[in-house]
């Protein structure tokens, strides 16, 4: 079955300009998180949604958004691109929520802004 | 709440060697426990869980961890070490109940070499 997909594979933004990601989970997934991977402060947990509500929200300024649609797939967006948001986006997907059996991660987004 | 350690940033072995990568992880309730792996250019593989079930955790390709209780540790070992091991691993930790998220450690760059 296929895995947890994310796109675009890379993206160039410029500094100021907003961004959206994408991440389609696993077909019968329903919790869908995104991280934040950066060489400086490592893997970061953004937030969570769980049946296209946010659960779980990390400390990320209020640039950082995201939302989850009725088919499971979420996206997220930051506005207001600053060149410390340069970073790998991961989205994961499990079952269920709290379920603790391991979430698969997609390959994820490269942002570079410049 | 919770946190994960992994000590050293880059550990070296030759091929056939073990392989033994460091986690001690801090929660303050029974934790999950996973070990991800990381191929450059790609999103994170699970290797190996713990939840709360045998204590010794056998993952895929040849990888298990034991949980000990007493040293809040989840050592990541591997008998015999081959080249297509290298690659970055990473430890985390979940909390039961609600709060799903993963805390992740700062990750071990794992060299072998031939």
């Known amino acids: 079955k296929a895995g947890v997909t994310q796109t675009p594979r890379y993206l160039i933004k410029t500094r100021g300009q907003q961004v959206t990601l994408s991440c389609s989970p696993i077909s019968g997934h329903r919790s869908v998180s995104w991280y934040q991977q950066t060489p400086g402060q490592g893997l970061q947990f953004l937030f969570e949604?769980?049946?296209?509500?946010?659960?779980n929200k990390g400390n990320f300024p209020g640039r950082f958004s995201g939302r989850q649609f009725s088919n499971s797939r979420s996206e997220m967006n930051v506005s207001t691109l600053e060149l410390g948001d340069s970073a790998l986006y991961l989205c994961?997907?499990?079952?269920?929520?709290?379920?603790?059996?391991?979430?698969?991660f997609g390959s994820g987004t490269r942002l570079t802004v410049v | 709440a919770q946190s994960v350690t992994q000590l050293g940033s880059h550990v070296s072995v030759s091929e056939g060697a073990l392989v033994l990568l460091r986690c001690n992880y801090s929660s303050s309730v029974p934790p999950y426990l996973f070990w991800y792996v990381q191929y450059p250019n790609q999103g994170l593989q699970l290797l190996l869980k713990y939840t709360s079930a045998a204590t010794l955790v056998k993952g895929i390709n040849g990888f298990e961890a034991e949980f000990k209780k007493s040293e809040t540790s989840f050592h990541l070992t591997k008998p015999s070490a081959h080249m297509s091991d290298a690659a970055e691993y990473f430890c985390a930790v979940s909390e039961t109940g609600a709060n799903s998220k993963l805390t992740f450690g700062k990750g071990i760059t794992l060299s072998v070499r031939p």
């Open positions: 949604y769980f049946s296209e509500t946010q659960r």
């Open positions: 994961a997907s499990s079952l269920y929520r709290g379920e603790n059996y391991g979430y698969t």
